[in-house]
């Protein structure tokens, strides 16, 4: 179903990961675009540092316990919480489950995502927890053999379910 790569080396600290990145014509970007995401696996009390860059992310954690490290403060994360992190946020996720801690990660850009970002409240919340993670775990798994995939229709594809996927959560953010 995927290519995962998998890395023996010290120097990478994700043991098994998987990315795409999506052809994206700028008149897509002014609405909604995911550009680039990818799946992770971090072994146990391993950590992943990173930055959005000038992009919105959003990360599903699919297995395992972790700790994130953001804006100065820490938060727990378990299987079918979302993340919603601004742009140019500096970011670290340790894994702190006795076994692998896994996530799905999509950046994207747009005044739609932008709007639907604030709709969602990750500007207070920055993590969301799904009773039923099922649909929008299996919306996220879609964008991702989408984005491998990255056939003709992939980025439009994929940013309908990224849609989907902010309406979902603007729904439970509004509870």
């Not at 098994?16 to 970007?29: A, C, D, G, M």
């Not at 938060?75 to 979302?82: A, N, Q, V, W, Y």
């Given at each position: 179903?995927?290519?995962?790569?998998?890395?023996s080396?010290?120097?990478?600290?994700?043991?098994?990961?998987?990315?795409?990145?999506?052809?994206?014509?700028?008149?897509?970007?002014?609405?909604?675009?995911?550009?680039?995401?990818?799946?992770?696996?971090?072994?146990?009390?391993?950590s992943?540092?990173s930055?959005?860059?000038?992009?919105?992310?959003?990360?599903?954690?699919?297995?395992g316990?972790?700790?994130?490290?953001?804006?100065?403060?820490s938060?727990?994360?378990?299987?079918?919480?979302?993340?919603?992190?601004?742009p140019?946020?500096?970011?670290a996720?340790?894994?702190?489950?006795?076994?692998?801690?896994?996530?799905?990660?999509?950046?994207?850009?747009?005044?739609?995502?932008?709007?639907?970002?604030?709709?969602?409240?990750?500007?207070?919340?920055?993590?969301?927890?799904?009773?039923?993670?099922?649909?929008?775990?299996?919306?996220?798994?879609?964008?991702?053999?989408?984005?491998?995939?990255?056939?003709?229709?992939?980025?439009?594809v994929?940013?309908?379910y990224?849609?989907?996927?902010?309406?979902?959560?603007a729904?439970?953010?509004?509870?």
């Open positions: 179903m995927f290519k995962f790569s998998q890395y080396e010290k120097k990478y600290i994700s043991e098994e990961r998987n990315s795409f990145i999506l052809r994206t014509p700028e008149s897509v970007k002014d609405v909604m675009a995911v550009l680039f995401g990818g799946y992770e696996r971090l072994p146990f009390q391993m992943n540092s930055k959005t860059l000038n992009n919105y992310a959003l990360m599903f954690i699919t297995k316990t972790s700790r994130l490290n953001v804006y100065g403060k938060f727990k994360l378990s299987r079918g919480m979302i993340v919603g992190l601004l140019e946020t500096e970011y996720i340790t894994n702190q489950s006795d076994n692998d801690s896994e996530y799905i990660y999509l950046y994207c850009t747009g005044r739609e995502t932008v709007r639907l970002f604030e709709l969602c409240n990750f500007c207070r919340l920055i993590a969301l927890k799904i009773d039923d993670s099922e649909l929008v775990g299996n919306l996220f798994w879609r964008i991702l053999r989408q984005g491998n995939n990255n056939t003709e229709f992939a980025q439009d994929c940013s309908a990224l849609k989907a996927i902010f309406l979902e959560l729904i439970i953010a509004s509870d």
